[in-house]
């Protein structure tokens, strides 16, 4: 599958091992209930991911459930000198794709939808966002924030 360019280069910033000529790595993180995509994180963003779940209560539930999404539900993946990804099958089946993907950024990491399952998230997300004020939404939350002394 090929990934497009602005992806790559993030992921190549997020790699620290990556040098111009190898192939940067980063993570999927995949199989969440109700969550029929991948995500994808750099390394740097795992890392950050990791630190949070440090900071958690030692045998909390919460810090469990964490640790084994970490552990256990995610593959470290490279972007080959084509700027394309292998994924294997079990990978493939999760996401639900078929030949065709859709790459969406999503704040710090990007995901991977097959058109269908997008389709779907995307008009959950219109309604949630003509909840929130439609056109307005944006300056709405934004204000919201600034009342809430979350600022920008």
Same mark, same amino acid.
């Given at each position: ?26 993570? /999927?993180?995949?199989? /969440? ?57 079990? &990978? ?32 959950? /997300? ?11 939404? &944006? ?14």
């Amino acid at each position: 599958m090929s990934v497009p360019a602005s992806f790559r280069r993030v992921i190549e910033e997020g790699d620290p091992d990556w040098s111009p000529g190898s192939q940067p790595t980063f993570v /999927l993180i995949y199989g /969440l209930p109700g969550k029929p995509h991948l995500q994808g994180y750099t390394v740097k963003g795992v890392a950050e991911l990791e630190a949070m779940v440090d900071r958690m209560p030692r045998f909390s539930k919460k810090r469990r459930a964490m640790e084994h999404i970490l552990s256990t539900k995610s593959s470290d993946a490279q972007v080959d000198d084509n700027g394309r990804i292998i994924l294997s099958a079990k &990978l493939r089946e999760i996401a639900g794709l078929n030949g065709e993907a859709v790459f969406a950024g999503a704040n710090k990491n990007f995901e991977v939808w097959s058109p269908e399952a997008y389709a779907e998230h995307e008009a959950m /997300l219109m309604e949630t966002i003509d909840d929130l004020g439609g056109a307005d939404a &944006l300056e709405n939350i934004f204000e919201e924030l600034e009342e809430d002394g979350g600022g920008l």
